[in-house]
């Protein structure tokens, strides 16, 4: 039986990689829709959406996720990241839907002396107003909804570029490398960089199963920003120079965790992990953007 799978966001990064991968493949059908045309922080809205296209599975990849702006915009952010994602999940539970969302590392932070990845079951502990947000956004769904994936994510990059900041991390440097012969680059966040290609590629996988629940889903292994600029300007064979600085180097208002790894527990308990390690994801995205032959 093929499932309909309603796709909200389908332009978006992450969108567009989902919308290719599971169209290649069988099993589902995707429904691709963008807002205007559903927009969830309105309920009748959400709610015309479901009633028009009758979907066995919703994937919601709408997000305010530009951090400065969330630090200012509080209403705006949790309209979006906690309200909308609860206007999901209630209608999905009310028509028997499975409801897939999308969260993020930045739901830790806290721990100011966190070296170990973080699994499902470690407590969460936000310190800016998107990771909040985002984290009452899953509140929102374990209150309402029982049939549902909650997928935490890091520092994603994929073909069509992230709609509302711009060029992604990888893009970004590989364009100043071009014209500038060295690139500060924050070396005390450490974090693990993930292809959207290589997300949708396991998402896939994950939803042939009735496994429900909260899941890490980052590529393997772990990086500061400063060697992920490394390793991209290696690759692509740049003369720039990454300079390693603090983040104290750049001015922002919004505190963002020094380490944010996630392992994926969860997906190795099931056996689902088809996840890449970094540097192999990287190099695909590069082949796949032209900028690598191998």
């Known amino acids: 039986m093929i499932m309909k799978i309603l796709l909200i966001g389908a332009n978006g990064q992450l969108g567009s990689d989902i919308a290719k991968v599971f169209w290649k493949k069988d099993f589902f059908k995707i429904i691709p829709v963008n807002r205007p045309e559903v927009d969830i922080t309105n309920y009748s809205s959400v709610k015309n959406a479901i009633s028009n296209y009758h ?61 170990s990845a973080y699994a499902e ?21 374990k209150y309402s909804a029982e049939k549902f994936f909650i997928i935490r994510t890091c520092g994603l990059y994929g073909v069509a570029g992230p709609q509302a900041k711009g060029d992604n991390f990888v893009d970004s440097i590989i364009k100043k490398s071009i014209n500038e012969r060295q690139i500060a680059v924050v070396n005390d966040q450490i974090a693990t960089p993930t292809s959207t290609l290589n997300l949708a590629t396991n998402l896939h996988e994950l939803l042939k199963t009735s496994h429900f629940g909260l899941y ?40 963002r965790p020094h380490y944010s790894v996630l392992e994926n527990y969860n997906l190795k308990k099931i056996n689902l992990n088809k996840m890449e390690s970094w540097k192999t994801a990287l190099k695909k995205y590069l082949v796949e953007k032209n900028h690598l032959r191998i």
Request: hydrophobic residues 40%; glycine residues 6%; aromatic residues 12%.
């Open 121 to 141: 079951n470690d407590m969460p502990g936000p310190v800016n107003v998107y990771g909040i947000s985002k984290l009452a956004g899953e509140y929102f769904i």
């Open 55 to 115: 979907p066995e599975i919703v994937i919601s990849t709408a997000a305010f996720h530009r951090v400065d702006q969330c630090e200012k915009d509080l209403n705006n952010s949790f309209s979006v990241n906690a309200f909308g994602v609860g206007n999901l999940a209630s209608i999905c539970q009310q028509n028997n839907i499975v409801f897939v969302h999308f969260s993020t590392d930045y739901v830790f932070g806290a721990d100011s002396k966190r070296i």
């Open 216 to 255: 890490h889903m980052t590529n393997e292994g772990e990086c500061s920003w400063y060697e992920f600029a490394q390793e991209i300007v290696r690759l692509i064979g740049a003369k720039t120079k990454i300079i390693p600085v603090s983040s104290a180097s750049f001015y922002s208002q919004v505190k």
